[in-house]
């Protein structure tokens, strides 16, 4: 199993329990590929360089994990269905 570093930008807009949900959600999903969670950092809203998907604001979400390289393409695409994340960028860590 491969070190993963994934920023997520979730919607702005959602109360404070749909940010957690979603935060939830993304928890979830790395852990149901049998990936483990080493650190969860919220960085709190942020102000877009542009838009995405309309929205100029979003709540950045760090979290550092492991999980085996043949899973990141199923949570990409897990992560691209819930509407409630604006974009995600997952890099390997040295």
């Given at each position: 199993?491969k ?16 940010l957690?949900?979603?935060a ?20 709190g809203?942020q ?8 929205h100029?604001?979003g709540?950045y ?9 043949t ?6 695409r ?8 604006l ?5 390997e860590?040295?």
């Amino acid at each position: 199993m491969k070190k993963y570093e994934g920023m997520f930008i979730i919607k702005a807009d959602l109360a404070k329990e749909g940010l957690e949900k979603t935060a939830t959600q993304v928890q979830d999903i790395i852990k149901k590929q049998d990936g483990s969670l080493d650190n969860i950092k919220e960085w709190g809203k942020q102000k877009l360089a542009y838009p995405i998907k309309k929205h100029k604001e979003g709540v950045y979400y760090l979290i550092d994990f492991h999980i085996d390289t043949t899973a990141i393409a199923k949570i990409r695409r897990s992560f691209s269905l819930n509407e409630s994340i604006l974009r995600v960028l997952i890099t390997e860590q040295a």
